[in-house]
């Protein structure tokens, strides 16, 4: 069954560095999204994408946060300056269409120390 | 997207149906009914989703009433593995919101 692949699977990072955080969607999907999840609280929505652009995001997606296909197979979130408040699990999404249901990818663990 | 409102927790016995209600009293007419699933820290998993008619497939029925105020996922043998927090959402195709959802589990 197609996997969304997300890497890597823990990263820990010092506060103030930038982070990329990949994820490689169903090859033949279509609409793209981020969403975290803090330890112990709520899946929260970031960004979606379609057609090379961001489609909505929410307030969470402020200018620390860029998302990017760069080569029509990679998605990527980028934060660029992490802070002690951005640890959290980040789970990649995609989906085929908007009648389908997402795919989730096992996500990555970031700690900001 | 319409608010939905689930139930925080259930328990089921193994080998039992389990049945999680979802109130969704505010939903549109173009808003589809889907269900996820996590179990502990892992990505969500997609259960079934539908937008009028009930619907089933491999994993779980999925029963919404005729004003569609209110829908149940059915998970007709639920297993040890089925424990997790379920998720009920109604969304126009519009990017997910995920709430609370319930802590299903599971017991032997």
């Known amino acids: 069954e197609p996997e969304v692949t997300q890497t890597p699977s823990h990263q820990v990072t010092q506060m103030g560095q930038e982070v990329i955080l990949r994820c490689v969607p169903i090859?033949?999907?279509?609409?793209f999204y981020w969403y975290r999840q803090i330890l112990g609280q709520k899946v929260e929505f970031l960004v979606s994408f379609y057609n090379n652009e961001i489609s909505e995001k929410s307030e969470i997606f402020d200018d620390q946060f860029s998302v990017e296909r760069p080569d029509g197979s990679n998605f990527t979130l980028k934060i660029r300056s992490t802070k002690l408040e951005d640890s959290a699990m980040y789970f990649c999404a995609s989906r085929l269409g908007t009648d389908y249901g997402y795919t989730f990818g096992s996500g990555t663990r970031l700690t900001v120390v | 997207d319409a608010k939905t409102t689930q139930p925080t927790s259930m328990d089921c016995a193994e080998g039992r149906a389990a049945n999680l209600p979802c109130n969704h009293s505010?939903?549109?007419?173009?808003?589809?009914v889907y269900w996820y699933r996590q179990i502990h820290s892992q990505g969500p998993q997609y259960i079934i989703h539908?937008?009028?008619n009930n619907e089933t497939n491999e994993m779980a029925s999925l029963i919404i009433t005729e004003d569609r105020k209110s829908s149940t996922l059915i998970l007709p043998h639920a297993t040890l593995r089925d424990t997790a927090v379920y998720y009920c959402?109604?969304?126009?195709?519009?990017?997910?919101?995920f709430g609370a959802g319930t802590r299903l589990t599971v017991k032997p």
């Open positions: 505010t939903i549109s007419g173009n808003e589809y």
């Open positions: 539908g937008l009028k």
């Open positions: 959402i109604a969304s126009s195709n519009n990017d997910m919101r």
């Open positions: 090859s033949n999907h279509l609409y």
